[in-house]
């Protein structure tokens, strides 16, 4: 879908901007490339599918794919039986697309961390294909930080982050998925700081009341999740301060 040097289109609330890629990262159906217009580099993120959740159909040879055509009393050579299968994975991509986009448009826009925890966001919209086409695929496009690694062996920056992990949910965000490929440091020889990547499938207060933030908070709770992840790697830490809520 995407090639190096190919130029794309998104629109915002307020404008259309043109940018040109530098590297299109797999696999394509995550849909993550790197940006680049004029000097600024970025990552964007074009939603067609969750880009944290594999969610793809089996394909037609596969057994399973039998076995659900059997379940659901299709015939596997039936084209009308399966064409009404492809049509309700499409819708099914669709709304997944549209609950990925928001989840992660309203966990960014808890700025207070931007820049330093989590990525800056630069700017929200809808990917505008080279053909036509009935859906224009959400995009959000964010700070790209160049020289990033995924675990590194720093206590000091593990501390931090783990205040920060711990503070999400008191800004209203759960992350949900932490794990050791969506936590990063840079510069990679010494690292100096470290954030998070990958809200997708985050967890963002909107009208629950206490009690019910409080239950989504422990049932997620991240710093656990990053906490065990350390604990994997040997590295066990105790996080004493508690970051201010904004």
Same mark, same amino acid.
């Given at each position: 879908?995407?090639?190096?040097?190919?130029?794309?289109?998104?629109?915002?609330?307020?404008?259309?901007?043109?940018?040109?890629?530098?590297?299109?990262?797999?696999?394509?159906?995550?849909?993550?490339?790197? #940006?680049?217009?004029?000097?600024?580099?970025?990552?964007?993120?074009?939603?067609?599918?969750?880009?944290?959740?594999? +969610?793809?159909?089996?394909?037609?040879?596969?057994?399973?794919?039998?076995?659900? +055509?059997?379940?659901?009393? &299709?015939?596997?050579?039936?084209?009308?039986?399966?064409?009404?299968?492809?049509?309700?994975?499409?819708?099914?991509?669709?709304? #997944? !697309?549209?609950?990925?986009?928001?989840?992660?448009?309203?966990?960014?826009?808890?700025?207070?961390?931007?820049?330093?925890?989590?990525?800056?966001?630069?700017?929200?919209?809808?990917?505008?294909?080279?053909?036509?086409?009935?859906?224009?695929?959400?995009?959000?496009? #964010?700070?790209?930080?160049? &020289?990033?690694? !995924?675990?590194?062996?720093?206590?000091?920056?593990?501390?931090? #982050?783990?205040?920060?992990?711990?503070?999400?949910?008191?800004?209203?965000?759960?992350?949900?998925?932490?794990?050791?490929? +969506?936590?990063?440091?840079?510069?990679?020889?010494?690292?100096?700081?470290?954030?998070?990547?990958?809200?997708?499938?985050?967890?963002?207060?909107? &009208?629950?009341?206490?009690?019910?933030?409080?239950?989504?908070?422990?049932?997620?709770?991240?710093?656990?999740?990053?906490?065990?992840?350390?604990?994997?790697?040997?590295?066990?830490?105790?996080?004493?301060?508690?970051?201010?809520?904004?």
């Amino acid at each position: 879908m995407f090639s190096t040097g190919q130029r794309i289109s998104l629109i915002t609330s307020e404008r259309t901007l043109t940018f040109t890629i530098d590297e299109p990262f797999m696999p394509f159906t995550k849909s993550v490339v790197l #940006l680049r217009r004029g000097t600024l580099s970025c990552r964007m993120i074009p939603l067609t599918v969750g880009p944290s959740s594999p +969610n793809e159909p089996p394909p037609p040879c596969h057994p399973t794919y039998e076995e659900d +055509n059997q379940l659901y009393e &299709d015939e596997p050579d039936d084209p009308q039986a399966q064409a009404q299968r492809s049509a309700l994975w499409e819708a099914h991509f669709r709304r #997944l !697309s549209t609950e990925c986009f928001e989840s992660e448009k309203m966990a960014y826009e808890h700025r207070v961390l931007q820049g330093t925890a989590i990525s800056r966001l630069l700017l929200t919209g809808a990917m505008i294909p080279p053909d036509e086409r009935a859906i224009q695929p959400p995009a959000i496009v #964010l700070e790209y930080v160049p &020289d990033a690694v !995924s675990l590194r062996d720093d206590a000091d920056l593990y501390t931090t #982050l783990a205040q920060v992990i711990d503070s999400f949910s008191t800004y209203s965000v759960c992350h949900t998925e932490i794990h050791r490929n +969506n936590i990063l440091f840079t510069p990679r020889e010494h690292p100096n700081r470290a954030f998070a990547i990958e809200f997708g499938c985050a967890a963002v207060r909107e &009208d629950e009341d206490d009690g019910s933030w409080e239950t989504t908070r422990v049932f997620w709770n991240d710093g656990r999740r990053f906490r065990r992840l350390l604990q994997e790697k040997g590295i066990a830490i105790e996080v004493k301060e508690e970051l201010p809520v904004a």
